[in-house]
């Protein structure tokens, strides 16, 4: 199978080891079979994402020889085509706005005293999920700052749950159960876009058929494979590689600015050199 496949950094930070152990794993994979190696930024936050970080990952990338196929896709371009599908969840029912702060979602869960723990933190309470329409328009007007939240319940009643899975290579099909999640964020008003939606289609509308990613993103490929359902959108078979840590075993981070290429190729490093340290070369 010819394999598209890409390498999808967030302009945040400058990039470290991990990165280049994906980004390799992605470029060869494609280069041997003839595909395509594809560039994405997932530019969304705004706040965060600086030009001087993606500068700096074009140039690590073509240092390290690692080049992509044309033309690169920049996600902070396209948040008209997020809206688009938001809106059409939204129409189907399955999105609604929160308007709760952290605060008032931590005071519920222990006003509550129950606080499950899904993936990726507390799960959300549904303080806003039954919110009369009357109300939602009121705060919409008052310009309130919301989350449009997924309803986790109805949105599973709407997909063959026997048929969420994917294929995880070397371990074979992954049931997903993307429930204890809860109603993940898929936009906020200042971002009109999560990283699960925006991954999700930009894999799909970029024909990637083989995403190639960090063990950490692991869990949330249940819920991509969650969306890829509703939205009618292609499963690609995924690779989740082990992660690389520093030499006090932890993981390796943006913060840490030696574990940077960037300060590696100023230290003077060969390109050949990084890329042993991620054991390939
Ligand atoms: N943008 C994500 C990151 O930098 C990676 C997304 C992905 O590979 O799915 O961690």
Same mark, same amino acid.
């Given at each position: 199978?010819?394999?598209?496949? %890409? =390498? +999808?950094?967030?302009?945040?930070?400058? @990039?470290? !080891?991990?990165? /280049?152990?994906?980004?390799?794993?992605?470029?060869?994979?494609?280069?041997?079979?003839?595909?395509?190696?594809?560039?994405?930024?997932?530019?969304?936050?705004?706040?965060?994402?600086?030009?001087?970080?993606?500068?700096?990952?074009?140039?690590?990338?073509?240092?390290?020889?690692?080049?992509?196929?044309?033309?690169?896709?920049?996600?902070?371009?396209?948040?008209?085509?997020?809206?688009?599908?938001?809106?059409?969840?939204?129409?189907?029912?399955?999105?609604?706005?929160?308007?709760?702060?952290?605060?008032?979602?931590?005071?519920?869960?222990?006003?509550?005293?129950?606080?499950?723990?899904?993936?990726?933190?507390?799960?959300?309470?549904?303080?806003?999920?039954?919110?009369?329409?009357?109300?939602?328009?009121? %705060? =919409? +007007?008052?310009?309130?700052?919301?989350? @449009?939240? !997924?309803?986790? /319940?109805?949105?599973?009643?709407?997909?063959?749950?026997?048929?969420?899975?994917?294929?995880?290579?070397?371990?074979?099909?992954?049931?997903?159960?993307?429930?204890?999640?809860?109603?993940?964020?898929?936009?906020?008003?200042?971002?009109?876009?999560?990283?699960?939606?925006?991954?999700?289609?930009?894999?799909?509308?970029?024909?990637?058929?083989?995403?190639?990613?960090?063990?950490?993103?692991?869990?949330?490929?249940?819920?991509?494979?969650?969306?890829?359902?509703?939205?009618?959108?292609?499963?690609?078979?995924?690779?989740?590689?082990?992660?690389?840590?520093?030499?006090?075993?932890?993981?390796?981070?943006?913060?840490?600015?030696?574990?940077?290429?960037?300060?590696?190729?100023?230290?003077?490093?060969?390109?050949?050199?990084?890329?042993?340290?991620?054991?390939?070369?």
């Amino acid at each position: 199978m010819v394999t598209i496949t %890409r =390498f +999808a950094p967030s302009p945040t930070g400058f @990039l470290h !080891l991990g990165h /280049v152990y994906s980004a390799t794993l992605a470029w060869k994979a494609a280069w041997e079979s003839g595909g395509r190696f594809l560039l994405r930024m997932e530019d969304i936050d705004q706040t965060r994402s600086r030009p001087e970080f993606e500068d700096a990952i074009y140039k690590d990338l073509a240092w390290l020889g690692l080049d992509w196929d044309p033309p690169v896709r920049r996600q902070s371009e396209h948040f008209e085509d997020y809206a688009i599908l938001l809106e059409k969840l939204s129409d189907r029912g399955l999105v609604y706005p929160c308007f709760c702060t952290r605060k008032e979602i931590a005071a519920e869960i222990t006003r509550s005293n129950s606080a499950p723990h899904g993936p990726e933190g507390p799960v959300y309470p549904g303080i806003c999920r039954d919110m009369a329409e009357s109300e939602r328009q009121m %705060r =919409f +007007a008052r310009g309130d700052a919301y989350a @449009l939240r !997924l309803n986790m /319940v109805k949105t599973i009643a709407e997909v063959e749950r026997s048929k969420l899975q994917f294929h995880e290579v070397s371990k074979g099909f992954i049931q997903c159960d993307p429930a204890p999640f809860g109603d993940v964020v898929l936009a906020r008003k200042e971002t009109p876009t999560s990283y699960h939606l925006a991954v999700t289609f930009d894999d799909a509308i970029q024909g990637v058929n083989h995403i190639i990613r960090g063990q950490d993103l692991f869990p949330s490929t249940h819920i991509h494979r969650l969306l890829q359902a509703l939205l009618d959108l292609p499963t690609p078979t995924y690779f989740h590689h082990g992660l690389i840590s520093d030499a006090k075993g932890r993981r390796l981070s943006k913060r840490d600015k030696d574990a940077a290429i960037k300060s590696l190729r100023e230290y003077g490093c060969q390109p050949d050199e990084v890329l042993k340290m991620v054991d390939y070369g």
